[in-house]
């Protein structure tokens, strides 16, 4: 059974950044699409990036040119950094990896933008 582990979530201000970190229990490589989503109170979840197996990455809007999905150099650690966080960026974040049509889901962690 495939296992994903978030962490870095926090409180941080507005304007400040953290950075999440997924660890999974196999290699990215194995995996068809890496991402993040993100679930805020009463709103769905959402799909923050996606990375597909050819490298290329995709970003929701409110991401673009904020955050950033990287997989660094271990081979089973994925990272979003978030610069400039947002008020609205508050939400837990989920990774989530995709293989044959099955999803595997961390855990999530928290992401509080406060003042």
């Known amino acids: 059974q495939v296992q994903l582990v978030e962490s870095g979530g926090g409180l941080v201000q507005p304007g400040g950044s953290l950075t999440l970190s997924c660890v999974a229990s196999?290699?990215?490589?194995?995996?068809?699409?890496i991402g993040w989503f993100r679930q805020a109170p009463g709103k769905q979840r959402e799909l923050v990036a996606a990375?597909?197996?050819?490298?290329?990455?995709d970003y929701a809007d409110f991401a673009k040119g904020r955050f950033t999905l990287s997989t660094g150099d271990a081979e089973n650690t994925m990272y979003l950094q978030m610069n400039n966080l947002k008020p609205e960026d508050s939400a837990i974040y989920y990774c989530r990896f995709l293989r044959n049509f099955i999803n595997y889901w961390g855990q999530g962690t928290q992401v509080t933008v406060s003042s």
């Open positions: 990375r597909v197996d050819t490298g290329s990455t």
């Open positions: 196999e290699k990215i490589s194995s995996f068809d699409t």
